[in-house]
């Protein structure tokens, strides 16, 4: 039996309707629609309304019951598109090294098919193939199934809480989140929206942020880059009409970023500590769709428009955001982060 990681947590994450698009515009690569072979063996709970929890897989090299003495840095993994959270936390591992005072943690957004596999009950949170990639809400796997119903933002609001517990962490003076490519966009979109990073706040924890190779970024009005008069304009919707769609944009987003106002996101967000890491020989990947295309030609670009538009958007220089390039070609994430500029960014520094 799987032992469910008993945590302590001092607030209760707000469980939300279920209702609205929390579905990418575009469906999945085939490739991602098989079950993934690896699953961690540790459990983690995710405190719903009622008493409740959903749960899930988490990769951890540590137990994640019990009191972590000595533990002053976590970084938080984010997975990749085909759910291989398990290559993620080897390769987190080879960049961040391993030592007592580290702790690396990877949540296992899982779906129907993965759970069915490995045979997890109906307790255990699961979505479809993308929709956890942009905060979307897991989905009972069937009309019959009673499973919970969670925004994948809403498990990394929990994990923080988590972390924060001074019971359990009395030590830790940082919280690292990073994901790569597509998996990048999660950190980035959840660190524009995210509801749960005052309980590390109040306990004197940093919360970094890395951003590696992200297509895109979400903007908090309507404008894009121009060449025209001002470096940022209203952008004309008939050219791409889907240019301001959550996860480009605020229009019609995620269940859990309802009611959000962008002035107000803007700012706060403008405050965080985030890393934008590009590789320049990285193309492979780049998101090529119009929506995209509206923040700049490619990766390197679209991050250099995104810190002047934050700039602008939020009144003043985000003098805690900062980018980094490097030229480690096209090794994917094992290439980009565990290299000499990736793990020198995991540690708090350059290239």
């Not at 107000?264 to 590009?278: I, K, P, Q, S």
Request: a neutral charge.
């Amino acid at each position: 039996m799987r032992a469910a990681a008993a945590c302590l947590f001092a607030l209760t994450a707000m469980l939300v309707a279920a209702c609205g698009s929390d579905e990418p515009l575009r469906g999945p690569s085939p490739l991602l629609l098989k079950a993934i072979d690896r699953m961690s063996d540790q459990d983690f709970a995710v405190p719903l309304e009622g008493g409740q929890a959903a749960l899930l897989p988490m990769f951890s090299e540590k137990k994640l019951v019990g009191v972590h003495s000595g533990v002053k840095r976590v970084v938080v993994g984010i997975q990749d598109p085909a759910r291989n959270a398990g290559l993620v936390f080897d390769t987190l591992k080879k960049a961040v090294g391993e030592g007592a005072e580290t702790m690396i943690v990877v949540p296992q957004f899982i779906a129907a098919q993965d759970a069915e596999k490995h045979g997890l009950g109906p307790e255990f949170a699961r979505w479809t193939i993308e929709g956890w990639i942009e905060g979307g809400m897991s989905r009972p796997a069937n009309l019959r199934d009673t499973g919970p119903i969670v925004s994948s933002f809403t498990v990394l609001d929990a994990v923080i809480l988590y972390l924060a517990d001074r019971a359990t962490f009395p030590d830790l003076a940082e919280i690292r989140l990073v994901g790569y490519g597509r998996s990048a966009r999660t950190v980035q979109l959840y660190a524009a929206v995210a509801k749960g990073l005052g309980a590390a706040a109040g306990a004197g924890i940093k919360v970094r942020f890395v951003v590696a190779n992200a297509d895109s970024f979400v903007y908090f009005d309507e404008r894009r880059p121009s060449r025209g008069e001002s470096p940022f304009e209203p952008f004309e919707r008939e050219k791409c009409p889907g240019f301001n769609l959550w996860p480009y944009g605020l229009s019609v987003p995620a269940v859990y970023a309802y009611g959000t106002i962008g002035a107000d996101l803007a700012r706060r967000y403008a405050g965080l500590e985030v890393v934008y890491l590009v590789d320049e020989r990285d193309t492979a990947s780049t998101d090529r769709d119009c929506e995209a295309r509206t923040q700049g030609r490619d990766r390197l670009e679209r991050a250099q428009n995104y810190l002047k538009y934050l700039a602008v958007v939020a009144g003043g220089e985000a003098a805690s955001h900062r980018l980094v390039t490097t030229r480690a070609g096209s090794g994917g994430i094992a290439g980009l982060l565990a290299g000499q500029c990736g793990q020198s960014v995991l540690a708090g520094g350059g290239c």
